[in-house]
């Protein structure tokens, strides 16, 4: 336990460069599986975290029947296949190979979602869905403003005219960003310039109380209780900002407005 946490915390400091390579992310399909290949070691706590996220996700994308979705960074397709339950036709784009085999390994409904290979600056579509997802992408994929203007302005051009995207994503300037250094309200400035009008956000995952429990698997009597209590924090005045991930929805501002 303490060799993976002391690789965890190398991986951290090199994370400029490591996280936004493909090598990176197939070597992590490679050593963990299930949810904890697009969450933390501690299963327990990814119980938890999915079933919030898609209640978070859920209240955003209300209705997504007979929607055509694009889950951009798709990994192995946790949120693909939960689309897909729901009736979207979902298209999941990753540019890890090895969680690609893995998220086509595990049974779909029929040939729904499909999956491709494919990095954020290589999408090209023009008007394709009518809704896009993100987990985790673009505050990895991104090492600056303008990469990260130019994936929003790919996705927003890969939307059709009204459609909508949800972005769950770590926002960070300092300690805690991934790759991509910027505060909340520089990253919705950047989505703003991109033709997003931004409806609202949410934070998600009290980050203290997912510092403490992420990276070991405590037991569930440690997990749950400390998993609540991070989630009541979150919601006292002043606190919604020590959320480790923000929930961000837009859509498409019209063209006569630009």
């Keep these: 336990m303490i060799n993976r946490l002391v690789e ?7 994370r400029k460069t490591l996280y936004s390579t493909e090598e990176y992310w197939d070597s992590k399909a490679a050593l963990f599986q299930d949810t904890a ?19 978070v996700i859920a209240d955003y994308f209300s209705r997504v029947d007979g929607r055509t979705l694009l889950d951009l960074g798709c990994g192995t397709g946790r949120f693909s296949r939960w689309f897909a339950s729901q009736g979207a036709a ?3 784009v990753d540019f890890s190979r090895d969680s690609l085999a893995i998220a086509r390994g595990i049974a779909g409904a029929g040939d729904n979602p499909t999956y ?8 090209d579509e023009l008007e394709g869905y009518d ?23 790919r996705i927003r051009s890969a939307l059709k005219p009204g459609g909508r995207l949800l972005l769950t994503e770590p926002v960070h300037r ?10 909340l309200p520089q990253f919705l400035d950047v989505m703003r310039q ?5 409806e609202a956000t949410t934070p998600l995952h009290f980050w203290p109380m997912r510092l403490a429990l992420s990276y070991i698997q405590w037991p569930a009597w440690i997990t749950v209780p400390g998993y609540h209590i991070g989630q009541a924090l979150m919601k006292l005045p002043g606190l919604s900002r020590l959320g480790d991930y923000w929930a961000i929805s837009a859509h498409t501002a019209s063209r006569a407005s630009e």
């Design 131 to 153: 809704l896009v997802f993100t987990w985790g992408v673009l505050t990895i994929a991104c090492r600056d403003t303008l990469e990260l203007l130019d994936a929003l302005t």
């Design 37 to 55: 290949v697009s969450m933390w070691p501690n299963r327990v706590l990814n119980e938890l975290y999915d079933a919030e996220q898609k209640r």
């Design 116 to 123: 491709r290979h494919g990095s954020v600056f290589e999408l």
């Design 194 to 198: 991109a033709g997003f009008e931004i």
């Design 174 to 183: 300092g300690f805690l960003h991934r790759v991509l250094d910027l505060g």
């Design 8 to 14: 965890m915390v190398r991986q951290r400091r090199g």
């Design 90 to 92: 979902v298209v999941g």
